[in-house]
């Protein structure tokens, strides 16, 4: 997908964004290896740990229902410009080695890298499952 509509569609998943605690909200869009998109916001829970990053919604709602692969990430918070905290950028890594990522503003102002930009000498699958094709690892 257009790496602009890819961003409408974070900014649309951002409105849905739960975030009483913080008021900081944040949305996503994961475009799997077949085209198909996933879009997530941050959901926070009041004793805080069991909150959810809009990254990781958008990914776990793909996984779950048979879209192992991750091809581009979109992401847009109420910063400038958000970039996905050190958790969800290993579950990227699980799902999408050579993702694109785009930290985005506005559709038009955004900003692109690989994973490994933003994951610089990650431990992945591979690690554990030699063997396997990594991000299809079941
Ligand atoms: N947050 C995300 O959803 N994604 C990020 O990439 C950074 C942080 C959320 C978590 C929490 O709900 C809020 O932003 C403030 O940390």
Do not use: W
């Not at 970039?83 to 799902?95: A, D, K, L, N, S």
């Not at 900003?111 to 499952?129: A, I, Q, R, T, W």
């Amino acid at each position: 997908m257009d790496n602009k509509k890819l961003i409408r569609k974070a900014l649309e998943a951002k409105k849905m964004a739960y975030v009483p605690y913080s008021g900081f909200h944040v949305g996503a869009a994961v475009e799997m290896e077949d085209g198909t998109v996933f879009t997530g916001c941050n959901i926070e829970i009041v004793s805080y740990s069991p909150t959810i990053c809009a990254e990781r919604t958008a990914i776990f709602k793909a996984v779950s229902e048979g879209h192992k692969k991750i091809r581009k990430v979109a992401v847009v918070g109420d910063s400038h410009h958000t970039y996905p905290c050190g958790v969800c950028r290993q579950v990227i890594r699980e799902f999408g080695k050579d993702a694109r990522i785009l930290i985005a503003n506005t559709e038009d102002d955004f900003l692109e890298y690989g994973l490994d930009e933003l994951l610089p000498h990650s431990f992945g699958p591979e690690e554990l499952l030699p063997d396997s094709e990594e991000e299809n690892n079941v």
